[in-house]
T-cell receptor, first 111, second 115 residues
C-alpha cells in the first residue's frame, strides 16, 4: 500500500512563481521525506521533517507537517526552470527501516 | 565518491531469460534497497537489506531474488524474466540501521525491457 499520496498529480507554473505540493499518508510515521526526480534519473533527497516538527526550511524549500491530519506540504519559492521534475513524498516509519513512496507530482516550470 | 552505482544502465531480455542487476555503494552505508518504478505506480520496494548478511522481502518480491554480497554490494536477480518485469529498477542505500526511515541515496537506475 502507498504510504504517501501527492496532490496534484501535475502542476505547471511560470518561472518566479511559487509551487505548492501536498502529500497525505495513511499510518503513523517517524518522519516524512521529500525527493526530487529529474527525467530519466534517480531520486535525490531534498528534505526530511520529523514527526515532532511542524515546519522546516532549506534554501527555497519549505516543508510543513500536520500529523493530526496526516498531511505534509512542500513549497518551492521563486521557482526556476531547473526545478522542473517529479517530486515524491515518502513516509518513514514502522519496522525495518523502510520508506513508502507516493506516486509523485510532476512539476513543470515554464521559462 | 561515486555514491550508488548500478549496472547495466539498459537491458533487453526475452521472456524466460535470467539476469542479475548489480548495485554498489561507497558510502559505508549499512542498509540497501531495490525498487521498481512503473508509470503511474510510483516506487515500489522489491527487497531490502537492513545490514550486511540480512535480506527481507518488500512489497513486490515475487519473481526476484537478492544477494547482499558484502557491505558494498547488493544484487537483484531475475531467474525467469516476464514481460510484467519491464520497468526501471533503482538501487538505494541508507546510513544507519539504527534510524528508522533514514534518508536514502539512489543510483541512476536500470531500464529493463522484457519481450
Amino acid at each position: 500500500s502507498q504510504q504517501g499520496e501527492e496532490d496534484p498529480q501535475a502542476l505547471s507554473i511560470q518561472e518566479g512563481e511559487n509551487a505548492t505540493m501536498n502529500c497525505s499518508y495513511k499510518t503513523s510515521i517517524n518522519n516524512l521525506q521529500w525527493y526530487r526526480q529529474n527525467s530519466g534519473r534517480g531520486l535525490v533527497h531534498l528534505i526530511l521533517i520529523r514527526s515532532n516538527e511542524r515546519e522546516k526550511h532549506s534554501g527555497r524549500l519549505r516543508v510543513t507537517l500536520d500529523t493530526s491530519k496526516k498531511s505534509s506540504s512542500l513549497l518551492i519559492t521563486a521557482s526556476r526552470a531547473a526545478d522542473t521534475a517529479s517530486y515524491f513524498c515518502a513516509g518513514g516509519g514502522g519496522s525495518n527501516y523502510k520508506l513508502t513512496f507516493g506516486k509523485g507530482t510532476l512539476l513543470t516550470v515554464n521559462p | 565518491n561515486a555514491g550508488v552505482t548500478q549496472t547495466p544502465k539498459f537491458q533487453v531480455l526475452k521472456t524466460g531469460q535470467s539476469m542479475t542487476l548489480q548495485c554498489a555503494q561507497d558510502m559505508n552505508h549499512n542498509s540497501m534497497y531495490w525498487y521498481r518504478q512503473d508509470p503511474g505506480m510510483g516506487l515500489r520496494l522489491i527487497y531490502y537489506s537492513a545490514s550486511e548478511g540480512t535480506t527481507d522481502k518488500g512489497e513486490v518480491p515475487n519473481g526476484y531474488n537478492v544477494s547482499r554480497l558484502n557491505k558494498r554490494e547488493f544484487s537483484l536477480r531475475l531467474e525467469s524474466a516476464a514481460p510484467s518485469q519491464t520497468s526501471v529498477y533503482f538501487c538505494a542505500s541508507s546510513k544507519s540501521p539504527g534510524l528508522i526511515g533514514d534518508e536514502q541515496f539512489f543510483g541512476p537506475g536500470t531500464r529493463l525491457t522484457v519481450l
